[in-house]
């Protein structure tokens, strides 16, 4: 990660924090608190994840599939304008919402799916 790339991470030994405790699994009353920060986080910055932006699905049969050519219009199973689903190596983390950047496509996360929610 360059030095220019600044991640704006919550500091998580902040009591105010929302949802601080279940981050850290420690009691926030406890003593000897360490008081913990996103520069914690350092060790994992390098570790590769895949992300995936799911648009939608289709199920068809593989002759079907060998027909399709430039122009083929494939229907998906979800309408223009719901949101997307993010995934994180093939885990369901967020929703979110296609936009336009430049030219380019991207997505802005509108929903963080919990563990267990998905």
Do not use: C
Not at 7 to 19: C, M, N, R, T, Y
Not at 50 to 63: D, I, N, P, R
């Amino acid at each position: 990660m360059a030095a220019s790339d600044n991640v704006g991470l919550p500091d998580l030994g902040h009591e105010d924090a929302p949802g601080n405790s279940a981050l850290l699994n420690t009691d926030p009353n406890a003593e000897g608190d360490v008081k913990r920060t996103a520069q914690d986080l350092e060790a994992v910055f390098d570790v590769p994840v895949t992300v995936s932006a799911v648009l939608g699905k289709s199920a068809m049969e593989v002759s079907q599939l060998l027909k399709l050519g430039k122009g083929t219009v494939v229907e998906l199973d979800r309408k223009v304008g719901e949101a997307i689903d993010i995934y994180v190596n093939d885990r369901l983390v967020a929703r979110g919402e296609v936009v336009l950047v430049e030219d380019r496509l991207g997505i802005t996360m509108t929903e963080i799916i919990k563990a267990g929610q998905g």
